[in-house]
């Protein structure tokens, strides 16, 4: 898809930065959260807008003060933010919306749907709270002390460094590119003085007494394990909406664009067109490398646990190394180990080999194992029954064994690989009996 063209709304003497993806039957507006850049969101999330745009034309904003929108003085408030909204509609020839509020977006977005429901068609809410910060009556937040301290601690010394994709992308704090997109946005979205003062005017926020008010069609999202926002809170927020329709996915993201993305989009797209998506999953075959460092409870007791992080931080640090220089694809961390693919199962059984060289190196062992088979590609991560496969054979190995199954020494004939019979084994959840064979080193 061509990227989307950067145009300006008026909304009185500021001028509000915008674009629109694709031309479905219906208009979805993003609220983002404090801290936004479109152009930049665009560039690293134009897969997720495309299937957004498959059902919905998608309008996207900087509201006054972030990203590419005009600077200002002072945070806006929740009026000059639906300012920002109704000249951005106008603009786009948007009469009505679904109007989806993010994060710290959703509070304008419950004040526009409450205040105008002829240009709402509907409200979609993902990862909010009504009020930020701990009231008698509202318990989940922590106080405003705490918040404050927190972020003078953890996001303001840092910012522009990347290092909030360890608080809203937990589950991508370990990916070097998330962590530079992550800095890069820091740096383009808005200042420091304009995220402390966004910061404080977020405190303020307190939209309880508006949600009983909303008449329009309303879904709320949360994510069971939000590690930013309690998800008591979300589900709060539905309660409080007449008829409010809540759905709890799973994960421990804060940002709806890292973590299962597509359940969300699904959820989304079911609530707009009154369909639910079927999907069936992309599929490729791989071969998948499992690794695990050996005896690990015992030398991590023995250790403690901030030497023991170091070991395992050394661990994936040399297999993105190994990996690429195969030509393989990290997937993620588990826990002792690591999941990969490759392209051909001679440059994973390669590269097992350098893992565990690297690992006596260091003093510790390492076991692997690898199968050849169809993946379920799924956003970033894979699944199937070839992942199955290669973890049950990765949990037979020996300390400082590559064992693979017969499927990938079928495939290399002829590199020069050497293998060893390991017998026929019973894998746990898999039919049949596999033969396994252990790599010669």
Not at 213 to 222: E, S
Not at 379 to 408: F, M, Q
Request: hydrophobic share 45%; proline share 5%.
């Amino acid at each position: 898809m061509v990227p989307p063209e950067i145009r300006y709304a008026k909304a009185g003497e500021v001028h509000i930065a915008y674009q629109t993806i694709g031309d479905g039957p219906v208009d979805l507006i993003l609220n983002f959260g404090f801290a936004s850049h479109v152009d930049l969101y665009w560039q690293a999330l134009g897969p997720h807008y495309e299937r957004l745009a498959k059902f919905a034309r998608v309008i996207a904003f900087d509201k006054r003060g972030v990203g590419l929108s005009d600077p200002v003085q002072e945070a806006p408030t929740l009026e000059e933010r639906m300012d920002d909204l109704r000249a951005v509609m106008d603009a786009a020839g948007s009469e009505s919306a679904f109007i989806v509020g993010l994060s710290e977006g959703a509070g304008m977005a419950v004040l526009f749907a409450a205040s105008h429901p002829e240009r709402t068609r509907g409200l979609i809410l993902y990862g909010t709270l009504a009020r930020a910060s701990w009231a008698p009556d509202f318990p989940w937040p922590p106080t405003r002390e705490a918040l404050l301290e927190a972020s003078q601690e953890l996001v303001f010394p840092t910012w522009g460094s990347g290092a909030t994709v360890e608080i809203f992308a937990p589950s991508n704090q370990d990916d070097p590119e998330a962590r530079a997109f992550s800095a890069q946005l820091e740096r383009n979205a808005a200042s420091p003085a304009m995220v402390g003062s966004l910061f404080l005017m977020f405190l303020d926020i307190d939209v309880r007494h508006v949600l009983p008010t909303i008449k329009v069609p309303t879904l709320v999202l949360h994510r069971r394990g939000d590690r930013v926002v309690n998800v008591r809170a979300g589900r709060w927020v539905a309660e409080q909406i007449p008829d409010a329709k809540y759905v709890e996915l799973e994960g421990i993201d804060h940002s709806p664009w890292a973590g299962d993305t597509d359940a969300l989009i699904d959820e989304v797209e079911a609530f707009v067109t009154g369909v639910r998506p079927s999907r069936e999953p992309d599929r490729v075959l791989a071969t998948v490398l499992l690794t695990d460092i050996v005896g690990s409870t015992d030398r991590a007791a023995e250790m403690g646990d901030a030497a023991w992080r170091q070991v395992l931080q050394q661990h994936y640090d040399d297999a993105r190394t190994e990996i690429e220089r195969h030509h393989g694809r990290m997937i993620k961390t588990l826990g002792d180990g690591v999941l990969a693919t490759f392209d051909g199962p001679a440059r994973g059984i390669r590269c097992a080999n350098a893992l565990i060289e690297k690992a006596e190196a260091r003093g510790y062992s390492l076991r692997a194992g690898l199968h050849t088979g169809e993946c379920e590609v799924l956003g970033d991560d894979i699944g199937g029954i070839a992942v199955h496969i290669a973890s049950r054979v990765s949990s037979l190995a020996g300390a400082r064994e590559v064992l693979v199954s017969r499927t990938v020494t079928d495939l290399v004939a002829g590199s020069g690989l050497q293998f060893a019979e390991r017998g026929r084994y019973a894998l746990k959840g898999v039919p049949g009996e596999w033969e396994l064979f252990a790599v010669g080193q």
